[in-house]
């Protein structure tokens, strides 16, 4: 009986070593430009308790579009380095992030950051849609970006740069929609008006696909 026990319990703890090891694959950085996004990926576990602190990782369901743009037109790009709500105390870290091996959009390993799709436009640009996704939630609970969920359009929202200007933007619509039906050319246009597009997970929890079965997508205007 005591060693079946024992048995049990380091089988379980490879398991969680497995699990880390997943979780923290989903994230590393692509090396060069990947082919264009088809796909949303996964969520992980459901909420706990709340944090920001650095959890395990939970990916937020988002799709993307072409990543052709060339190295030296990103190099001469004003990206973007935090993202704030202030009216509602959210202040997150951007990291650039990219397209993964399975056709989806990556997303920073932590809750305290959002990433910010480097193949498509940077916010402040004249053309184009903007678009930064981050964590809902993690095992610990929600995340910073949970507040989409109830945002209130006429919220502001303030992108700093790395040059040090502060774009501000209003929100103008929030939408909830499967990730099934998510239009993914206009969520990632890069020509038309210049839009800011902030995205994470909503809708319920489906266990077998171990992902969240919307996305809520804040559309914003640049007013400053």
């Excluded at 090396?31 to 944090?51: D, F, G, K, V, Y």
């Excluded at 704030?84 to 992030?97: N, Q, T, Y």
Aim: glycine share 8%; charged share 20%; net charge negative.
């Amino acid at each position: 009986m005591f060693r079946s026990r024992i048995a049990a319990l380091v089988v379980a703890a490879l398991a969680a070593v497995a699990a880390i090891v997943v979780g923290v694959s989903l994230v590393l950085p692509r090396p060069a430009p990947a082919p264009a996004p088809e796909a949303a990926p996964p969520a992980s576990a459901p909420p706990a308790s709340a944090t920001t602190d650095p959890p395990a990782p939970v990916s937020t369901p988002v799709g993307r579009q072409d990543a052709a743009l060339g190295a030296q037109e990103r190099a001469a790009v004003d990206e973007p380095v935090a993202v704030r709500l202030p009216s509602l105390g959210v202040d997150l870290d951007v990291v650039p992030v990219g397209v993964r091996d399975d056709g989806q959009m990556d997303v920073p390993l932590l809750v305290s950051e959002a990433g910010w799709y480097r193949y498509g436009p940077a916010p402040g640009a004249e053309a184009g849609n903007a678009v930064l996704a981050a964590h809902v939630d993690s095992d610990r609970g929600p995340a910073p970006m949970a507040v989409l969920l109830d945002v209130e359009v006429g919220t502001e929202v303030e992108v700093e740069t790395a040059s040090g200007a502060t774009l501000r933007y209003r929100i103008d619509e929030v939408e909830q929609l499967g990730k099934e039906t998510l239009p993914l050319d206009e969520i990632f246009a890069r020509d038309g008006d210049h839009r800011l597009r902030l995205v994470t997970c909503a809708g319920d929890w489906d266990p077998v696909a171990q992902a969240y079965e919307d996305n809520v997508i804040a559309t914003a205007s640049l007013i400053g």
